[in-house]
Structure formats: structure tokens, C-alpha cells
T-cell receptor
């Protein structure tokens, strides 16, 4: 089974609307963490948000929030009030011990 | 200089060439990483260095040879590459090699092997 699954290869969202990017993971560890990174067309990876497996509250960073459902092993990223600059690839990643594994990514396109 | 820088940004090389990718971080971090991003494949971790010592090597072919002379610099030496090695190579750094720390990425080097 894949460690990280991002089932949406591409998504469109209207500017100013909210969008949810899906991420499910597979781990037998009790302690792990989940990251979301953004990769614009320039190629660099930009850290967005982190959720630890023992964090009781969902992580939030500005317009980004993580809908963490531990029992379902999902860590969806919610972007509120989408902006044109949000158009990019988005990667979910899991850290277990010393290993960080990325998903295949979702390309988000924001329409004006 | 800010964050993590990588040079060159673009590189085209033949299969018999030898070239090096350079990464420099200005964040005072102790860990540095090389990743490979191929089209339609998840980001792959290649090497991890912590305090200039290699701590992780994810079964990368020997035609890729990393070097970490100090905690601020990381190189990836390339020789006799294959066309399938064409990819975006990303460097990252973090406070230490515990992956709980967020990683800061450079802009990447887009490598084309002809």
C-alpha cells in the first residue's frame, strides 16, 4: 500500500471560494506527523502546515487548515478564500521515525 | 541571500559528462537533503546529511555522489547519467534531521540528460 495517497491529480476552484485537497495515509506507527507543501511553477517547495499525530486540535495557519481525521487516516488540506496565487502543486507528506514520504501531489488551478 | 539557494537552475548534460549541483543554506540549519522529482512520480528522498555526516541513502545509484563539506553547503556530483535521470533536483534544509522539523526547499535544478 502507498504511504500517502492523493487521489485528485487536478482540481479547479473559483477565486474566493474554499477548496479541500484530499490526503490519506497508511502507517502502523503511533507517533507520526503530516505535512503539506506547496510547489508553484517556479519549482521550489513551500511549507504550509504541520499536524502531529498526538495533536488534539486541527492545525491552522492563516488561510490553511488541516482536517485531521485520525481514525480514517486522512489529513485533508482546506484552503479558504482561494487566491489566484494559490494555483500550484500541493504535496502531502508523512513523517515516521526518520522517514519523510511524499504523495504524488494535486495540481490546483484557481479560476478568476 | 535568503533561505536555500541552488545552482545552476537549469542544466543540460550528455551521458558522458560530469557535472555538479550546488546547494547552499543561509538558515543555520544542521541537516540538508537531496530530493529527486520526476514527472508523474512522488518526490523521492535521495540523501540526508546531518552535521555533515550522511545519515540516509535511499538506494541511490552510484552515478549520484553527494558531498557535504560543511553544514551550509551540499553538492551532488553527477557522472555517466542516464536519460531517465532527467528530473527536478531539490535541495532542502532543516534544523536537524528529525523529520518533524519543517524542511525549507531551494528552487531546484532542472536537469536534462541527453
Amino acid at each position: 500500500a502507498q504511504k500517502i495517497t492523493q487521489t485528485q491529480p487536478g482540481m479547479f476552484v473559483q477565486e474566493k471560494e474554499a477548496v479541500t485537497l484530499d490526503c490519506t495515509y497508511d502507517t502502523s506507527d503511533q507517533s507520526y506527523g503530516l505535512f503539506w507543501y506547496k510547489q508553484p511553477s517556479s519549482g521550489e517547495m513551500i511549507f504550509l502546515i504541520y499536524q502531529g499525530s498526538y495533536d488534539e486540535q486541527n492545525a491552522t495557519e492563516g488561510r490553511y487548515s488541516l482536517n485531521f481525521q485520525k481514525a480514517r487516516k486522512s489529513a485533508n488540506l482546506v484552503i479558504s478564500a482561494s487566491q489566484l496565487g494559490d494555483s500550484a502543486m500541493y504535496f502531502c507528506a508523512i513523517v515516521e521515525g526518520n522517514m519523510l514520504t511524499f504523495g504524488g501531489g494535486t495540481r490546483l488551478m484557481v479560476k478568476p | 541571500e535568503t533561505g536555500v539557494t541552488q545552482t545552476p537552475r537549469h542544466l543540460v548534460m550528455g551521458m558522458t559528462n560530469k557535472k555538479s549541483l550546488k546547494c547552499e543554506q543561509h538558515l543555520g540549519h544542521n541537516a540538508m537533503y537531496w530530493y529527486k522529482q520526476s514527472a508523474k512520480k512522488p518526490l523521492e528522498l535521495m540523501f540526508v546529511y546531518s552535521l555533515e555526516e550522511r545519515v540516509e541513502n535511499n538506494s541511490v545509484p552510484s552515478r549520484f555522489s553527494p558531498e557535504c563539506p560543511n553544514s551550509s553547503h551540499l553538492f551532488l556530483h553527477l557522472h555517466t547519467l542516464q536519460p531517465e535521470d532527467s528530473a527536478l533536483y531539490l535541495c532542502a534544509s532543516s534544523q536537524d534531521s528529525s523529520p518533524s522539523y519543517e524542511q525549507y526547499f531551494g528552487p531546484g535544478t532542472r536537469l536534462t540528460v541527453t
